[in-house]
Nanobody
Framework: VQLQASGGGLVQAGGSLRLSCEAS????????MGWLRQAPGKERVFVAT????????DYTDSVKGRFTISRDNAKNTAYLQMSSPEAEDTAVYYC????????????????WGQGTLVTVSS
């Protein structure tokens, strides 16, 4: 199984950025997908998750209304659209896959991508 995260980079506060996570080696639609992030010197934390069908999503409070998680099962790809990012969103973003459904606890994600760095300049 491989999860390839991409799309990170430098973005200005108030701008937008879309992260992608392409999966291979698994039946993509059977896995909930999540985005988690780790800021420098901090623990990895939950950002957003989406069910295998795409019908159910959940977000951490700090990104609600600004970030949108989505998926295209035909392309085996999940996305995180970041709108109006803030300096506090600067982190390495990881995509992950879970058979347990759309979960927040990072320990329930079985497969992880390599991470993509997002830097928000203020």
């Amino acid at each position: 199984v491989q999860l390839q995260a991409s799309g990170g980079g430098l973005v200005q506060a108030g701008g937008s950025l879309r992260l992608s996570c392409e999966a291979s080696g698994l039946t993509f639609s059977r896995y909930a997908m999540g985005w988690l992030r780790q800021a420098p010197g901090k623990e990895r934390v939950f950002v957003a998750t989406i069910s295998g069908t795409g019908r159910s999503t959940d977000y951490t409070d700090s990104v609600k209304g600004r970030f949108t998680i989505s998926r295209d099962n035909a392309k085996n790809t999940a996305y995180l659209q970041m709108s109006s990012p803030e300096a506090e969103d600067t982190a390495v973003y990881y995509c992950a896959a879970s058979r347990a459904g759309p979960v927040k606890y990072f320990g329930l994600y079985e497969y992880w991508g390599q991470g993509t760095l997002v830097t928000v300049s203020s």
